[in-house]
C-alpha cells in the first residue's frame, strides 16, 4: 500500500473525511490535532489513555529529560535547552506512554534521535529558544501515536480559547519531591501580552530573570480555583481547541514548575517561529518514500471501540 492509501486507511479509522486521491500532505494535515480518544478531560486531574497522543518524552538513557510534542511522522519540537548535547546518541524519544519512569512497556517505543536543530536564538544563549529533533526512523501512527497541528496563520487565538498545559512535572505547590509520573492536564486561560508584561515589569523576582514579553510570546494564568496546580515545565505543550482540531500554540520555556498566584506562565509563541520550524522540519518530510502510516500497536478489532467512544 502506498502513503496516500495507507494515510487514507487511517483518516477512516480515525473518522476523519478524506479520499485515496488526495496528496498525503492533505491526508497528513486531515489527521492532525484529532485524537481518537476526545472525552473525560478534567483539569487537573491524569490524562486518558489517547487524549493526547502527540505528548512525548525525551530521554537521555532511561531518564526522561523534558516533554516534547510530535508535529510529524518524523519531528518533535521541544525547547532548545532540553536538548544541548550535539551527540545525539545519547538522546531517545518515548511515544505512546503516559507513564516516563522505568523501561518501556510492549506497547510503547523508544525512538533514537538522528539530528537535532536549534534555533540559531539558541547561540545566544536564550533559553526560550525551540529546537527540533529527527526520529532516526518514523513512528507508526495510531490512536495512542499521533501528531499535533500548527497553528496557521488564520488561527486567532482569543482569552475565551480553550487551552491546555499538560505534562509530568510537579503536581503541586507543597509537592515539590513528587513529580507526576503519569501525564496530568490543567485548563488555563489566556491572558494578554500587555497585562503580562506590566506584571513582570512591577514584580521583584528574587533570583530570577524577569522573561521579555513580546509577539513571540503567549501568556496564561491559572484559574483561580486551581492556584494549587503547577502542571507544565519545560518542552510541555500549551494547546488550544480551534474549530475541531487541536493547535500547538506554544511551548513551557520560562519559569518554575510551581509558580507564584497570580503569576502569569510565559510560552514561546509557535506561531511566531512557524516558518522557521517548516523550513528546518516539515520541508524535509519526504512523503514519497515515507513508508506506510501504518495504524499498529492494536488489532483493528480492539481499534473499532476506541474510534466509536471518542469521534472527533
Not at 140 to 149: D, E, G, K, N
Not at 158 to 182: A, D, E, F, L
Not at 214 to 219: L, P, Q
Request: hydrophobic fraction near 40%; include cysteine; proline fraction near 7%.
Amino acid at each position: 500500500m502506498g502513503p496516500a492509501g495507507c494515510v487514507f486507511l487511517l483518516s477512516l479509522l480515525l473518522g476523519v473525511s478524506g479520499t485515496d486521491e488526495e496528496e498525503p500532505e492533505n491526508l497528513f494535515k486531515s489527521i492532525c490535532g484529532r485524537p481518537a480518544v476526545s472525552t473525560g478531560i478534567a483539569s487537573g486531574m491524569e490524562a486518558n489513555v489517547g487524549q493526547w497522543p502527540w505528548q512525548v518524552s525525551i530521554r537521555h538513557g532511561l531518564l526522561h529529560v523534558c516533554a516534547a510534542t510530535l508535529i510529524s511522522q518524523r519531528w518533535v519540537l521541544t525547547v532548545a535547552s532540553c536538548l544541548r548535547s550535539k551527540d545525539t546518541r545519547k538522546y531517545g524519544v518515548l511515544v505512546g506512554s503516559l507513564q516516563v519512569v522505568g523501561r518501556p512497556d510492549s506497547k510503547t517505543t523508544i525512538i533514537p534521535v538522528s539530528r537535532i536543530i536549534p534555533h540559531p536564538e539558541f547561540q545566544e544563549n536564550i533559553s526560550s529558544a525551540i529546537a527540533v529533533a529527527e526520529l532516526a526512523y518514523p513512528v507508526s501512527f495510531s490512536p495512542v501515536i499521533l501528531p499535533i497541528c500548527l497553528p496557521s496563520s488564520g488561527v486567532q487565538l482569543k482569552n475565551s480559547t480553550s487551552c491546555w498545559v499538560i505534562g509530568w512535572g510537579y503536581s503541586g505547590i507543597y509537592q515539590y519531591r513528587k513529580p507526576s509520573y503519569t501525564l496530568k492536564e490543567l485548563k488555563v486561560p489566556l491572558t494578554d501580552l500587555q497585562t503580562c508584561s506590566d506584571y513582570y515589569q512591577k514584580e521583584t523576582l528574587l533570583h530570577r530573570v524577569k522573561p521579555n514579553i513580546s509577539e513571540a510570546r503567549i501568556c496564561s494564568k491559572l484559574p483561580e480555583e486551581q492556584m494549587d496546580q503547577c502542571i507544565g515545565s519545560r518542552g510541555d505543550p500549551l494547546m488550544c481547541h480551534v474549530e475541531d482540531f487541536w493547535v500547538l500554540a506554544g511551548v513551557v520555556s520560562w519559569g518554575l514548575n510551581c509558580i507564584r498566584i497570580n503569576e502569569p506562565r510565559v510560552y514561546t509563541n509557535i506561531s511566531f517561529y512557524k516558518s522557521w520550524i517548516e523550513k528546518s522540519a516539515i520541508s524535509h518530510t519526504d512523503f514519497s518514500s515515507t513508508p506506510c502510516l501504518e495504524v499498529s500497536g492494536l488489532p483493528l478489532v480492539m481499534l473499532l471501540p476506541l474510534i466509536f467512544l471518542g469521534l472527533p
